[in-house]
């Protein structure tokens, strides 16, 4: 057999491949006595013996690169890749990509599918015979691409995902300030082109809507998901020209259709809406919520969370004005939530009003199986009545994990209590603004608090103590599988003394971080 035979992408029979082996080793053997016999003719050569017999090198050098290129086909043609069944290879390169969406067009040439079809014929026929590879998509609208090429580039991914595998479809939100002059064209042809002929197949979808045509989407007949889990709707800024911008859609209860048309549904995030409607979504159902730039009242998000039997995680915006000046009622029944595990709470109103809101929000919250807790305001809060929130850790966050606070000013007796509070807390990131004090500092260091303790973002004024508490802790865990602490493994802590790091403590801190702790000290004096 030829060698321009062997170098092909061609998988060749068992005898075949063994007598190419054959081949290769007698080619070899050939090789290693030519290489001898041409090494002990340059020898002679080189003593201009007149005895010696002329050697022609032409001759043998070209019978080496033929050896040479034999030697190379063979080893294509018996590489252990070639014998790999089509269905393998096909598994292999599904698990390749699993995970990673394909953004069209490619931001380079080695990180979608298309380098398969760019490494040999073979690969090429396995990869386009792989539907799973051409199913995760993700739009790219921005500046300088061509949108309607990216649409045509979608659809050919589509029509090689075949006609029944699952489909997942992302669009990037537009950043730019200014929007194109067809932009509501566009995002009406990503909906008509792409959306709606393949919803019968969608698993994940995010788009980016403007208000109206949400509206359509959401209340086009015949429009069915019924195999979609996540969804992730994004209102576009965009503003038609002479219309008014504070004037917005109303979803009308009867449009629920859309729900009922996906049954799978379970992930719902939607941003930039300026109002949810409580009896628009389907909340008995979801196990994730999130919202972002969408504010929420504490009346809403009560009878909201009350109906969220289900969720596991729930982040939302807390917005008094949202919907006009509303007070709390007097008693509100407890609201128990018992499968969430991370709660995002952002209170978007002014200092003085979101201060006013902790109370009516937490008091009937009951969590008990949250394992992330995460509160925060947009503004700075410097007065508020922490014991709401103490009274709501207490009863509620028996096993919290990780607590973070932010943007609310918390004095040092509430540091401590907060630890007090929850003894199973391993990450405590309360702001480098904020003390821990010296006492309840030591006692964690003495692993008599905080026992899981990993991460600590927070202000100090005993550097010693807490090199001390990171050194004990790392000793605790290298015990072996009994070590009565958790790793630590992040510290951002700023320093308040007049007192300068010494040398030695310099050199623990340096040896901490090649123990893999990552340590970061400010100093404020």
């Known amino acids: 057999m030829d060698i321009q035979t062997l170098l092909t992408n061609d998988v060749f029979p068992e005898e075949d491949r063994t007598q190419f082996k054959l081949q290769r080793t007698a080619a070899s053997t050939e090789l290693a006595l030519l290489d001898a016999e041409m090494a002990l003719a340059e020898l002679d050569l080189d003593s201009e013996s007149a005895e010696s017999p002329t050697y022609n090198f032409f001759t043998a050098r070209k019978r080496r690169r033929k050896l040479l290129a034999l030697i190379a086909a063979c080893n294509i043609a018996t590489a252990p890749q070639k014998q790999l069944p089509a269905e393998l290879l096909s598994c292999i390169f599904e698990f390749a990509f699993e995970g990673y969406p394909t953004y069209l067009p490619p931001t380079g040439r080695n990180i979608s599918p298309l380098a398969l079809c760019h490494t040999c014929s073979r690969w090429r026929k396995v990869a386009l015979n792989t539907p799973e590879l051409w199913t995760n998509v993700v739009f790219r609208y921005a500046r300088g691409l061509d949108p309607y090429t990216t649409l045509d580039l979608v659809e050919e991914w589509y029509t090689r995902s075949g006609p029944s595998t699952s489909l997942s479809l992302g669009v990037n939100p537009w950043t730019h300030h200014t929007h194109r002059s067809d932009h509501d064209e566009i995002l009406q042809a990503i909906l008509r082109r792409l959306v709606v002929p393949y919803a019968h197949r969608f698993r994940h979808l995010r788009l980016q809507l403007t208000e109206a045509d949400l509206q359509t989407f959401m209340t086009m007949p015949n429009l069915t998901f019924p195999f979609l889990k996540s969804l992730h709707l994004v209102q576009d800024s965009w503003i038609k020209e002479g219309e008014d911008d504070q004037v917005h859609v109303e979803y009308k209860r009867t449009n629920r259709s859309f729900w009922e048309n996906a049954p799978k549904l379970i992930n719902l995030e939607v941003h930039n809406f300026r109002s949810i409607g409580i009896n628009f979504f389907p909340w008995t159902r979801l196990t994730r919520f999130s919202s972002d730039n969408t504010p929420m009242s504490v009346s809403q998000s009560q009878v909201i969370l009350r109906r969220c039997h289900k969720m596991v995680e729930f982040s939302l915006s ?77 009863r509620s966050c028996y096993d919290i994990e990780i607590l973070h606070i932010w943007n609310f000013h918390l004095r040092g007796e509430v540091v401590a209590e907060i630890v007090r509070t929850l003894p199973s807390l391993g990450v405590l990131l309360v702001g480098v603004e904020h003390l821990l004090p010296k006492g309840t500092l030591e006692e964690i260091a003495r692993g008599r608090l905080l026992p899981n303790l990993r991460s600590l973002v927070c202000r100090i004024d005993d550097l010693e103590t807490a090199i001390q508490l990171i050194e004990n802790r790392l000793a605790g865990c290298e015990l072996g599988g009994g070590g009565a602490f958790a790793r630590p493994s992040f510290f951002m802590l700023d320093y308040i003394s007049r007192e300068s790091i010494t040398h030695d403590q310099a050199i623990r801190v340096d040896r901490l971080r090649e123990n893999g702790v990552e340590f970061e000290i400010t100093r404020t004096t």
């Open 318 to 394: 807390l917005d008094v004005t949202s919907r006009g000046n509303e007070k709390a009622p007097v008693s509100i029944p407890p609201i128990e939530l018992p499968y969430l595990r991370r709660f995002d709470i952002t209170f978007a109103n002014q200092p003085i009003i979101a201060s006013s809101l902790i109370q009516p929000f937490l008091e009937p919250l009951f969590i008990p199986g949250v394992k992330e807790l995460n509160i925060g305001s947009i503004e700075k809060v410097n007065l508020w009545d922490s014991g709401p929130l103490i009274s709501f850790l207490g």
